[in-house]
C-alpha cells in the first residue's frame, strides 16, 4: 500500500545516512593521537533570543542518530530538547546523548541558554552563560588537580553556536556585548537563524553588512579576528567599529594540502552561516522527501546547499573540524582560563604549586632545566678544551724557548771557534806557530 511503501522508504532513508550523515564518525581521523576506545565528549552550547530555532537546528544536526534504534538515550525522545513546555528556554538546561556512529561513541552534551526576551533585565542576560562555561573550566580544573587523573570527563563548552536573528538590518548592540563576553571562553560559530525568512538577497546583504574582515591571528593561528559592522546610520557604529571579535572558522593557514585549504575556504565563505533547521519531512515538488520548511512557494531543503548553508556549518561542527574545536578549547580558552584562575588564585607566587597543578608549566620547567644542564655541559667541556690548548700552547713555547736556547749555544760556540780559527789563521800569516792543542780542537 501507499502507507507501507512510504514507511519503507523513509526507514531505508534513514538507514543509508546513518553511514555518513551525521559525520562525526570521521573523528578519528580527526583525532591523531587520542584513543577512539573511550569515546569523544563534545558540548556544545546554543545562544540566542528565544525562538530562534536553536532546539530545532540541534535536532537537525545531530537528528539521524538519534533516532538511532540501537541508541536508548536519544534526544529525539519526548520533549528533551524543548527547555520546558511552552518550549521555550527560561534556565540553563544541558541534555546529554550518547550517539553511535559506524563504531565511534559521541557522548554529546548540548547546552541551552535561556534568550534575552526572558530576562527582566537584559543587562545582565550574558552573566549566567559566562558562569556557565566558567564552571565547566573549573569543574575540570578540579579534575586535574586529583591524584588520579585517568578519567577526565571534559564537560568544558567546545563550541557555541551564536544565533542572530534574521532580521536583515545589522547585528544588535546586545549581539555584539554577548559576543565580546563570551569570545575568549569559547569557540564562537556565528548563524543567521531561520535563513529561510530572509530572500536570497536579503542573505547576501545581511551578510555583507554583518561584514567580517579576516586577519590573521598569529598568536593563535586558528581564530579570525573579525570586525562587526553596523549600517551607517546606526549611532553606536563609533562604539564598535574597533569591536573585535574572535570567532572560530576553519584554519587556511599551515596547511599544505590544496584540497583542504580550498575546502576550509569554502566554510570560511559561509560564515555567519545562514541556516535553516527542520526535523520533519516534507515532500518536494517534484515528490522528494527531504528535511525542510514548505511554503505556499515551494519547499526549502536544510541539506541543500543552494537553500541554505546547513551543509557547511555541519560539516565545520561535526564532519572536518570537531578534533579542532576540541583541541582549541583546550590549548587556548582553557589554558588562559587557568592561568588567570591561578594567578587570581595567588598561585604563581609559588612556583611549586603552579607546577604540580599545571603539566604544561612542569614540561617547561623540565625543558629549562634541560636546557641549563646543556649549557653548563657546553661552558664545562669549553673550559677542558681551554685548558688544554693553553697546555699545549705552554708547553710548545716551552720547547721554542730551549729551541731558541740550543740555538743560541750553537751559536756561540760556533762564534767561538770562527774566532778561534780567524785567530790562528793571523798568527799563521804573521808566522807566528799555532798553540798545538788549538789545532787539534780545530781538526777534531
Ligand atoms: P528555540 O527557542 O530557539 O529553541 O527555538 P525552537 O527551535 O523551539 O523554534 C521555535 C519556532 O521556530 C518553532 O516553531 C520552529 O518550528 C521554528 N523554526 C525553527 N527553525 C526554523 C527555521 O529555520 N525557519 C523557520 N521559518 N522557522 C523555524
Not at 381 to 409: G, I, N, P, T
Amino acid at each position: 500500500s501507499a502507507t507501507n511503501g512510504a514507511g519503507a522508504g523513509a526507514a531505508e532513508m534513514v538507514r543509508k545516512k546513518m553511514g555518513s550523515f551525521v559525520g562525526f564518525a570521521n573523528l578519528p581521523n580527526q583525532v591523531h593521537r587520542k584513543s577512539v576506545r573511550r569515546g569523544f565528549q563534545f558540548v556544545t552550547m546554543v545562544v540566542g533570543d528565544s525562538g530562534l530555532g536553536k532546539s530545532t537546528l540541534i535536532n537537525t544536526l545531530f537528528e539521524h542518530k538519534l533516532y538511532d534504534l540501537n541508541a536508548p538515550r536519544s534526544l529525539a525522545n519526548g520533549s528533551s530538547l524543548n527547555g520546558n513546555a511552552n518550549g521555550r528556554t527560561i534556565a540553563i538546561e544541558s541534555k546529554s546523548a550518547d550517539i553511535e556512529e559506524n563504531g565511534v561513541r559521541l557522548k554529546l552534551t548540548v547546552v541551552d541558554t535561556p534568550g534575552f526576551g526572558d530576562f527582566v533585565n537584559n543587562d545582565e542576560a550574558w552573566k549566567p552563560i559566562v558562569d556557565n562555561i566558567d564552571s565547566r573550566f573549573d569543574a575540570y580544573l578540579e579534575q586535574e588537580n586529583r591524584v588520579n587523573r585517568s578519567k577526565l570527563m571534559d564537560n568544558r563548552v567546545h563550541a557555541c553556536i551564536y544565533f542572530i536573528q534574521p532580521t536583515g538590518h545589522s547585528l544588535r548592540p546586545i549581539d555584539i556585548e554577548f559576543m565580546r563576553k563570551l569570545h575568549h571562553k569559547v569557540n564562537l560559530i556565528p548563524v543567521i537563524a531561520k535563513a529561510d525568512t530572509l530572500t536570497d538577497d536579503e542573505v547576501v546583504a545581511f551578510k555583507q553588512r554583518v561584514s567580517i574582515f579576516q586577519a590573521f591571528n598569529k598568536v593563535h593561528q586558528r581564530v579570525i579576528v573579525a570586525y562587526f559592522l553596523l549600517s551607517p546610520s546606526t549611532q553606536i557604529l563609533n562604539d564598535i567599529a574597533h569591536n573585535q571579535i574572535s570567532i572560530f572558522q576553519p584554519p587556511i593557514y599551515d596547511l599544505e594540502d590544496e584540497e583542504t585549504i580550498a575546502e576550509n575556504e569554502e566554510i570560511q565563505s559561509k560564515v555567519p552561516f545562514a541556516v535553516v533547521g527542520s526535523d520533519t519531512f516534507v515532500t518536494t515538488a517534484d515528490g522528494r522527501q527531504v528535511r525542510g520548511r514548505s511554503y505556499p512557494w515551494g519547499t526549502i531543503e536544510v541539506d541543500n546547499e543552494a537553500h541554505c548553508d546547513f551543509i557547511k556549518l555541519r560539516q565545520m561542527l561535526i564532519h572536518t573540524h570537531m578534533e579542532e574545536l576540541r583541541e582549541y578549547t583546550n590549548d587556548v580558552l582553557y589554558e588562559q582560563y587557568r592561568t588567570q584562575k591561578l594567578l587570581s588564585m595567588g598561585v604563581s607566587q609559588d612556583p611549586s604549586v603552579f607546577k604540580e597543578i599545571n603539566p604544561a608549566v612542569k614540561q617547561a620547567e623540565e625543558r629549562q632545566l634541560h636546557e641549563a644542564k646543556l649549557t653548563k655541559m657546553e661552558a664545562e667541556m669549553k673550559m677542558v678544551f681551554q685548558q688544554k690548548v693553553q697546555e699545549k700552547e705552554s708547553k710548545l713555547k716551552q720547547s721554542e724557548e730551549e729551541l731558541y736556547a740550543r740555538h743560541r749555544e750553537m751559536k756561540d760556540a760556533l762564534e767561538k771557534q770562527r774566532y778561534e780559527l780567524e785567530e790562528r789563521k793571523r798568527r799563521l800569516e804573521s808566522g807566528r806557530p799555532p798553540t798545538p792543542d788549538k789545532i787539534g780542537s780545530v781538526s777534531a
